[in-house]
């Protein structure tokens, strides 16, 4: 039998949880994974990725559902999701991409409270049978190194308010 290693799971684990919201908390702090703070909208990384380079674009305003934004705000997002895939076809190479956002718990929602959509780079042949018979997730990059190819083109974002 393989045995297959992911210590960085032992971080979600072991963390404590709270009551707080990480998209408000990373308004607050910088930190090695939010990627992009704007008037109106924020990216991060997500800390326990479906696959390397997928992140999150929330509003600043911390609101649970789109009827919530105002048409400012709206722009602002889905011009940020659209910026962040560029970003990724630039730096990652992708072959397709996931992009959504789940509203309410019962759809997947992990963080109710503040919506936020999901920009998930694909690639032919990245699932495999691994993740369905063995419950184990192979991501090839560490997101330490994720981070550090894409946070240079969202400071460049930066620079060019949205």
């Not at 949880?17 to 704007?38: E, H, I, P, Q, W």
């Not at 889905?78 to 970003?87: A, E, P, Y």
């Not at 109710?112 to 184990?136: C, K, M, Y």
Request: net charge negative; proline share 5%; aromatic share 8%.
């Amino acid at each position: 039998m393989q045995t297959m290693w992911a210590p960085w799971r032992m971080d979600y684990i072991l963390a404590e949880k709270d009551d707080g919201c990480v998209f408000c908390d990373a308004m607050d702090r910088s930190d090695d994974l939010t990627l992009y703070k704007g008037n109106t909208t924020l990216v991060v990384m997500n800390k326990f990725p479906y696959i390397n380079g997928h992140l999150l674009a929330a509003p600043v305003r911390h609101v649970a559902g789109l009827d919530e934004l105002d048409p400012e705000e709206a722009r602002d997002l889905l011009v940020t999701v659209d910026r962040s895939v560029n970003i990724l076809k630039q730096v990652m190479a992708p072959e397709g991409f996931n992009v959504g956002l789940n509203l309410g718990r019962v759809a997947g929602a992990g963080v109710e409270q503040h919506l936020h959509f999901h920009i998930v780079p694909r690639w032919s042949g990245d699932v495999n049978a691994l993740t369905v018979f063995a419950d184990v997730r192979v991501i090839p990059e560490h997101l330490e190194q994720t981070y550090n190819n894409l946070k240079p083109r969202f400071d460049e974002l930066g620079k060019h308010l949205i």
